[in-house]
C-alpha cells in the first residue's frame, strides 16, 4: 500500500495562502492524488484531484512535481471556516490510503 | 441530490456483543466504500463494492467483520463480536464509476463505543 506522511498540524491567519505538502514516496503509475477536508463530526469532503502538474478549481490548487512523490495542496486566502483536517489520499487500481491528515488551524 | 446516509448514528454496546450499521449510497453510484476511522487517525478502508461484487476487503478483520451489498444498493456492515479497540467512526462513501474524477461522496457516520 502507498504510504502518505503529512505535517501533523499547521497554522494560519485569515487572508494568508496556505501550502501542506503531502509525501508518498511509492506511488504507483496508475494512482491519483486526491484531497480531502474533514471538519469534526462529519464525513470527509472533496477537495481536488491530481494526476501530474497543476491543477486548480474553484477552492484550491494542487501542485504535483514530475516525480509524483509528493504533492502541495495551496489554499489561497484562508478565512476560519477553513479550520480543518485535510487529508492527502492515493488511489489506484489497488491501493486506496489516506494519510493521518493535517490539523490546519486559522485565526483571526 | 440526497447525500449519503448511514444510521445510526451513535451506538454504545458492550464487548463481545454484535452491532450492524446500515448505509444508503448516494442514487446511481455503483461505488460503496465502508471506513473505520479512529481518533486522531485518518480513514482506513475495511471494504470496497462496485455493485454487489467485492473490490477490495484486504483490511477487513474477516474473523469479526462482515458486510454485504446484496442489490447493489444499501449495504449493511457488521461486527461480530466488538471489542474494545473497535471504538471508531465507521464512515461510509460512494462514488460513481461515469465521472472523470473519483470523487468518494462521504455519510456522517456511525459514531461506535465498545464498553
Known amino acids: 500500500l502507498a504510504k502518505t506522511t503529512q505535517p501533523i498540524s499547521m497554522d494560519s491567519y485569515e487572508g494568508q495562502e496556505v501550502n501542506i505538502t503531502c509525501s508518498h514516496n511509492?506511488?504507483?503509475?496508475?494512482?491519483?492524488i486526491t484531497w480531502y477536508q474533514q471538519f469534526p463530526s462529519q464525513g470527509p469532503r472533496f477537495i481536488i484531484q491530481g494526476y501530474k502538474t497543476k491543477v486548480t478549481n474553484e477552492v484550491a490548487s494542487l501542485f504535483i512535481p514530475a516525480d509524483r512523490k509528493s504533492s502541495t495542496l495551496s489554499l489561497p486566502r484562508v478565512s476560519l471556516s477553513d479550520t480543518a483536517v485535510y487529508y492527502c489520499l492515493v488511489e489506484g487500481y489497488s491501493t486506496l490510503t489516506f494519510g493521518k491528515g493535517t490539523m490546519l488551524l486559522v485565526s483571526p | 441530490e440526497a447525500g449519503v446516509a448511514q444510521s445510526p448514528r451513535y451506538k454504545i454496546i458492550e464487548k463481545r456483543q454484535s452491532v450492524a450499521f446500515w448505509c444508503n449510497p448516494i442514487?446511481?453510484?455503483?461505488?460503496l466504500y465502508w471506513y473505520q476511522q479512529i481518533l486522531g487517525q485518518g480513514p482506513k478502508l475495511l471494504i470496497q463494492f462496485q455493485n454487489n461484487g467485492v473490490v477490495d476487503d484486504s483490511q477487513l478483520p474477516k474473523d469479526r467483520f462482515s458486510a454485504e451489498r446484496l442489490k447493489g444498493v444499501d449495504s449493511t456492515l457488521k461486527i461480530q463480536p466488538a471489542k474494545l479497540e473497535d471504538s471508531a467512526v465507521y464512515l461510509c462513501a460512494s462514488s460513481s464509476s461515469l465521472d472523470t474524477i473519483y470523487e468518494q461522496y462521504f455519510g456522517p457516520g456511525t459514531r461506535l463505543t465498545v464498553t
Open positions: 511509492n506511488i504507483a503509475t496508475n494512482d491519483y
Open positions: 442514487s446511481g453510484h455503483a461505488t
